[in-house]
């Protein structure tokens, strides 16, 4: 009878880690080791970013075992919930950067409050043309700010944050593999711009690659992270507002 | 360590208070950041406890963004329905912002190196 009570067993016991947290957690852990060793293995490479790689093996998992979000996202919770103390953390590396700020105060943040609304404005006009529903006009509008404030944003917007998170990833994929050329193509050579560029339009991914080339564009781009977040949180309220979406 | 995470979240709390209370539009946790900076703006820089803290934390970022991210397969379909919208949205407007920040930045900076 082995053979009959085996397959109840475990049964039993998946139906058990279904309903508590800990599956989700581990999963979420272990997918995140495994994309981090490839990211290492491939030296960084772009199509290996590690955030994307686990998010399309964890989905990938939660579609093949017919896993609700609901249910994985019991222990995921628990992983998302430090999102808010790490936002609190960036404060850390800004006041590392005070003294560089002050002195370029006023051309920090004409260029930093220019690329926000560039970057919420046209993203929202172009899907509002393109025949996006408003709930996706308006989860598109923090799309260049980093993951845990754009997901702030969308919810207080009354946005999609996880549509958020996607769109936030798109972007930093995609500005990460398009800072360097562009910047050539432009002629922006000053590093501090190239930093508080990378920072301002694709955040923490376009951030990584600038410094692999500079340590003042890093410093300049860790800085446009944060003050994009906090500048778009106040402005992107007033611009939905004033675009009538 | 458990020192340094307790100031991060009082800081957090703090901040989705005031947000709450005034009826701000910002989450709390930004309003956090801010309290944070004027905190180690008076305490003239980080612990040494607050430096390592946050240097882990933002050191594995991106595993804080995945549950957040697996929220995809919820979206499925809004992302198969405006393919088209996202695809032309995000490209143009990442180079637009790029391009107007970069630009703008290097020519009112350009008299102090």
Partial sequence: ?245 | MIGAITLLLVCQLIGTIIAHAAGWPIPGPVLGLVLMLVWLIIRRGPSDQMQATTQTLLRNLGLLFVPAGVGIVNELGVLRANALAIAVAIPISTLLALGVTGALMQYLARSER
């Fill in chain 1, 1 to 245: 009878m082995v053979h009959n009570l085996m397959p109840h067993d475990l049964y039993n016991v998946w139906i058990y880690l279904q309903s508590g947290p800990q599956l989700g957690l581990i999963i979420t852990l272990l997918v995140w080791q495994g994309a981090a060793w490839l990211d290492r293995r491939t030296r960084h490479a772009a199509w290996s970013n590690p955030i994307m790689v686990s998010i399309a093996v964890l989905a990938a998992i939660l579609l093949i075992t017919h896993t609700s979000y609901h249910a994985y996202f019991r222990g995921g919770q628990y992983v998302q919930f430090l999102l808010g103390p790490a936002t609190v953390a960036l404060a850390v590396p800004m006041y590392a950067n005070l003294a560089t700020m002050r002195r370029n105060m006023i051309p920090i943040l004409v260029a930093l409050v220019a690329g926000s609304v560039t970057a919420s404005v046209s993203a929202m006009m172009i899907v509002h043309w393109l025949g996006a529903p408003r709930n996706v006009v308006i989860s598109i509008a923090p799309k260049s700010v980093t993951t845990p404030i754009a997901m702030g944003i969308a919810q207080d917007l009354g946005g999609i944050p996880s549509l958020t998170a996607v769109f936030v990833l798109m972007t930093g994929v995609f500005g990460g593999l398009v800072c360097l050329p562009l910047f050539k193509a432009l002629r922006i050579t000053d590093r501090r711009a190239q930093g508080l560029a990378g920072g301002t339009g694709a955040h923490g991914l376009a951030t990584a690659r600038l410094l692999l080339e500079s340590e003042t564009a890093g410093a300049f781009g860790g800085l446009a992270i944060g003050l994009n977040g906090l500048v778009t949180a106040i402005l992107a309220p007033i611009l939905v507002r004033f675009l009538g979406f």
